[in-house]
């Protein structure tokens, strides 16, 4: 087993978180571009992820998916990068790594969706949209990172789930969630991750063109 690490992904979908925190943790690895009809439905993917979603990463021969467990598994495996919590950090750090990944998720999609859990609000894990909301809020408004004062990786999943729903209006402004998405987006790796899967947006389009 060797320590090859490949990220399945492609530049237009979640796979660009995976694609900063390899890069906050200044990891060497290889990139296998899927096309969304063909080659993300087709068996030798599946094999990898039985969802047929990106992102999937291959590190030593195991698979990890999920956006959030790429991040924390990143953080582990990379110690010297320093996102995994300290000790400390730990109770925070994993309760709003699962919240994004749970409760923000689940209620930023379904209201897209334009489903809203009404009277059935106890039966579902997030709540309400606007509860999810104000929850957010109420934490970035309170301290600069997930954690406290300090980046780790759980930024990296909760600041693209804010960072993603913002972009395409599907959460409500608040001066706590820009500040927050300017803070993590100014860091070096999330400018040069989304510059390498811009760059490759731009070249699939190149190529798309008419000759
Ligand atoms: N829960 C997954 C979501 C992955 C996901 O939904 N990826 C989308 C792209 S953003 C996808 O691959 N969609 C293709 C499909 O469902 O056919 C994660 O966090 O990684």
Redesign the pocket.
């Known amino acids: 087993m060797t320590d090859q690490l490949i990220l399945y992904t492609n530049p237009q979908?979640?796979g660009r978180i995976a694609r900063w925190m390899l890069e906050e943790v200044g990891a060497t690895y290889s990139v296998e571009v899927l096309d969304?009809a063909s080659t993300?439905k087709g068996e030798a993917y599946r094999a990898i992820n039985p969802m047929?979603?990106?992102?999937a990463i291959v590190h030593g021969g195991k698979v990890v998916?999920?956006?959030?467990a790429i991040c924390a598994y990143l953080a582990e495996a990379f110690p010297e990068a320093g996102l995994a919590p300290l000790p400390e950090e730990r109770a925070d750090y994993y309760r709003w790594l699962f919240y994004a990944a749970g409760p923000v998720e689940q209620a930023t999609t379904n209201n897209y969706a334009k489903f809203d859990s009404g009277d059935q609000s106890r039966m579902f894990g997030y709540g309400n949209f606007d509860l999810v909301v104000d929850v957010l809020d109420g934490l970035l408004s309170s301290r600069p990172y997930a954690t406290g004062d300090r980046f780790t990786a759980a930024d990296v999943y909760l600041g693209s789930q804010i960072g993603w729903t913002t972009m395409f209006g599907m959460l409500p402004k608040r001066d706590s969630f820009a500040a927050y998405i300017e803070r993590v987006q100014s860091r070096a790796a999330y400018q040069r991750a989304w510059a390498m899967d811009d760059a490759l947006v731009a070249e699939a389009q190149k190529a798309a063109e008419p000759a």
Request: net charge positive; charged share 25%; hydrophobic share 25%.
């Open positions: 979908s979640r969304y993300m047929g979603k990106v992102p998916t999920e956006c959030a």
